[in-house]
Every structure is written in structure tokens, then in C-alpha cells.
């Protein structure tokens, strides 16, 4: 049985319309994190999974954005955090959003097990070699480990949102 390739345009044809708008049901929050390459892996997974980014406004991300940002005019949402990171989690949890860390900790949840966000959620991605903060890990909902067979402790960041991301999404 062969199969024939499906082109872009009827891939793009079978996908939404338009310019992004604020989707907010999934809000991916990269808050700690530092090297650039990986925003603007996880700007494109936002697209792909439709969900927002969000990010603290300062140079760093901006300039990371800038340089990453391959979907130029048609990227999605992006959040710019202005308050503090910590005070902007709270202001998303008590707003009603379910607050998802991918992080080593004790009682994680295994990845496979991860069930598809039912309501408004935020994905905490941390610092590439730090994690997420003790204090902000104390107060997620859940933490969300990725199985690894290999002698690697984690995954690059930009990769392990990607994974979590899609499931959240129920996309996988």
C-alpha cells in the first residue's frame, strides 16, 4: 500500500484560520529559563499545540524571542510577566488555572499518566540547570516527571515542555 504525501497547502487548509489570538486555556511559562534557542523552540510548540507563552519581560527573552520567532506575523500569544514571576503564578492560580511543573520531584506524576488539561492550566518549565524554585514547586498542582531510560538525569527543556505540552493539549 503506498502512500502519497499530503502537501502544505492542504495541511495548512485543515488547520485554523488566521492570525493567532490569545488562546489561554494552555499557558506555557518558561519563567526561568536561559538559554535562548529554547524560547524559540517552545514559541513554536505554543503554535503547534495552541497555546500562549509566557515569559518575563526583560532583554534576555526579548531579544531570544526576537531571534527565535520563525513564525514571525502569525505566532501565537505571548504573556509578558511584569509582575514577578512568583506573583504572577499566583495571579493565574487564583484566577482558576491549574498550575503543571515539569520537574524531578518526589510523588511526580509519570508523563504516560499525565491526562489531558480539562480546564485552564499553566506548564512551569524551569532553569535548564536549576529546575524550577523550591518555593514555587511547594505550591504546584502537579509535578510532571519525563521516564528516561538513558544515563541523562533530564531532557533540554525546550524538549521536555514540547512532550508535556502536547499531552496537556491531548494532542498525544
Do not use: F
Not at 101 to 117: D, H, I, S
Amino acid at each position: 500500500m503506498s502512500r502519497a504525501k499530503i502537501t502544505r497547502r492542504r495541511l495548512r487548509a485543515n488547520r485554523r484560520d488566521g492570525r493567532h489570538g490569545c488562546w489561554d486555556h494552555l499557558v506555557i511559562a518558561p519563567l526561568w529559563v536561559a538559554y535562548d534557542a529554547n524560547l524559540g523552540t517552545l514559541l513554536r510548540t505554543c503554535d503547534a499545540v495552541g497555546a500562549c507563552l509566557a515569559v518575563p519581560r526583560s532583554p534576555h527573552y526579548r531579544n531570544a524571542l526576537a531571534v527565535g520567532d520563525t513564525l514571525r506575523r502569525r505566532r501565537p500569544c505571548i504573556h509578558w510577566v511584569t509582575t514577578g514571576k512568583t506573583r504572577w503564578i499566583d495571579t493565574q492560580r487564583d484566577a482558576g488555572k491549574r498550575i503543571v511543573a515539569v520537574e524531578l520531584a518526589e510523588g511526580a506524576t509519570p508523563l504516560p499518566r499525565l491526562t489531558p488539561a480539562s480546564g485552564p492550566s499553566v506548564l512551569l518549565l524551569g532553569h535548564e540547570h536549576n529546575g524550577i524554585p523550591d518555593d514555587v514547586l511547594a505550591g504546584v498542582d502537579e509535578c510532571i516527571e519525563i521516564p528516561m531510560v538513558g544515563y541523562g538525569a533530564s531532557l533540554n527543556v525546550a524538549v521536555a515542555g514540547s512532550l508535556v505540552a502536547y499531552r496537556l493539549a491531548g494532542l498525544s
